[in-house]
């Protein structure tokens, strides 16, 4: 089993440069679908293995998928399968999001369900409600959820109950190719969701409002393959800031977008971070002393529980009480448990933690929980006194790029090893080779 491990003290120096973003480029990948003419040329990609699983789900539909140079191919012209077996939903939930341009393109699609996660149920209720307001008949029976229509969707007032990141993508790319006007109310203002309507613009369709709350579609006949750039993930900007801050460091993250980034900016200056704008990035100072805060997480513009993990580890090193309350997901407190065994001072109230600061870490054998814990634990450890181990890294691996390797770049005393004690770089990409799918690492 591959392991992480960590000796703190070392105070981080130096640039950095953030990757394309994980969860914006998983709903343009399965937004590639949609072009029945054309390839889509995709840049920015990051070499993550949640790109591997959905670059397999398009490949075993019989689109041409090829991954080279952070740059993702998709020739999707040919007739597709309309199927997403469970063997890749199970390993990365946003395969669902294949459900709305199958069903637009070719008016059928069978995807099987995802099932909970370690961060909570994340049931797709309201992604099933929108197809369904669009004339969809939808069934969900043995493990999948089968959706289809006569025809073309036809487009709809929709409303949704929360603001979904995943339905409010899976509706827009829905609603591109139905007959008629969606006007889509109470959407997910995500970055992310801007970055797929203005690709799927570019492929054609007619998207006005990505980003505030009401989204208009008006529905086209075709869309065309075409060439996007991925925006910068904000959640790994975030996780280097923290651990600047919490090495007490000076580090510049390079691509770092800060109006992406306002809430965690905001958090961070409150705990006595200086954070500042620099040559196309964000400069990050931690403080000698972190002063306490806290946070509720909620969506965008709010707070990012994506971030919410991390946080709890700089807040561990803050001087005082801080609360975290995590209204997203009913279940991502997993990590907790992780940090006390790093000794840390920690008690849950419901849906909120209550951290006493600061905490006298102490190097431990830890385990990932979710991808986010994986690398709050790691930050934790660069502050911890001895050795931190950290295993269970397909977590990890699923969103961030040789993270091992990038924190030692920076000064980080980290090593990634395998069951033999011997370094290794990253995950192993041989892992996600598979029959008709071409990916090259650079
Ligand atoms: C690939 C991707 O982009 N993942 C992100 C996306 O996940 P994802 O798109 O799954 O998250 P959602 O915004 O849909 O979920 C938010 C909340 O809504 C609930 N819900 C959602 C859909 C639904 O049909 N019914 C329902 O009840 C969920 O259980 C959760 O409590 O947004 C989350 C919230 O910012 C992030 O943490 C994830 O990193
Ligand atoms: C929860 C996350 O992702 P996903 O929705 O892909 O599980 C995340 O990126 O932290």
């Known amino acids: 089993m591959e392991k992480i491990i960590v000796r703190g003290g070392h105070q981080l120096n130096g640039t950095v440069k953030v990757e394309g973003a994980k969860n914006a480029v998983l709903p343009v990948l399965a937004a590639s679908l949609i072009a029945s003419e054309g390839k889509s040329v995709i840049t920015e990609v990051p070499e993550l293995a949640d790109v591997y699983t ?3 789900v398009l490949s075993n539909m019989n689109a041409e998928v090829h991954f080279d140079n952070n740059t993702v191919t998709v020739d999707a012209s040919k007739r597709l399968k309309t199927e997403a077996p469970f063997e890749y939903v199970r390993k990365m939930r946003a395969s669902v999001l294949v459900l709305g341009p199958l069903l637009a393109r070719y008016g059928h699609a069978n995807v099987a369900m995802p099932g909970g996660c370690a961060i909570g149920s994340r049931p797709i209720d309201l992604h099933l409600k929108g197809f369904e307001a669009m004339g969809a ?27 979904s990141v995943g339905a409010t993508e899976n509706i827009m790319m829905a609603a591109a190719l139905a007959d008629g006007k969606t006007i889509l109310e109470n959407c997910a203002k995500e970055p992310e969701i801007v970055d797929l309507a203005n690709y799927l613009n570019k492929m054609g369709a007619k998207i006005v409002g990505a980003g505030t709350e009401t989204i208009r579609i008006e529905g086209v006949e075709k869309l065309y393959g075409t060439e996007h750039a991925i925006i910068p993930d904000r959640v790994e900007a975030g996780t280097f800031m923290v651990a600047a801050a919490i090495t007490g460091g000076n580090v510049l993250i390079e691509n770092a977008e800060s109006e992406h980034l306002r809430s965690v900016i905001s958090k961070l200056q409150e705990m006595e971070v200086t954070v500042k704008e620099e040559n196309g990035g964000l400069r990050v100072i931690g403080p000698k002393s972190l002063k306490a805060t806290d946070i509720k997480t909620l969506p965008h513009p709010g707070f990012p529980t994506d971030m919410q993990s991390q946080m709890m580890s700089l807040m561990l090193c803050a001087e005082g009480t801080s609360v975290i309350t995590e209204t997203v997901f009913e279940n991502r407190f997993m990590h907790v448990e992780e940090f006390r065994r790093m000794n840390a001072k920690m008690k849950i109230e419901g849906r909120s933690v209550f951290i006493e600061g600061p905490s006298d870490l102490q190097g431990a054998e830890v385990a990932a929980t979710d991808l986010r814990a994986a690398a709050a634990l790691i930050l ?10 950290i295993t269970e890294l397909k977590h990890l691996d699923r969103g961030y790029v040789n993270f091992a390797g990038k924190l030692a770049s920076l000064g980080a005393d980290i090593d990634r090893v395998d069951e033999n004690g011997d370094s290794v770089e990253a995950f192993a990409q041989e892992d996600f080779q598979e029959d008709g799918y071409v990916a090259k690492l650079s």
């Open 54 to 56: 959905i670059n397999q």
């Open 137 to 163: 008949e939808v069934h969900v029976g043995n493990g999948f959820v089968e959706a289809h229509v006569n025809g073309r969707l036809k487009g709809a007032k929709i409303y949704l109950d929360m603001p």
């Open 380 to 389: 934790a450890g660069l502050r911890a006194d001895g050795y931190t181990r």
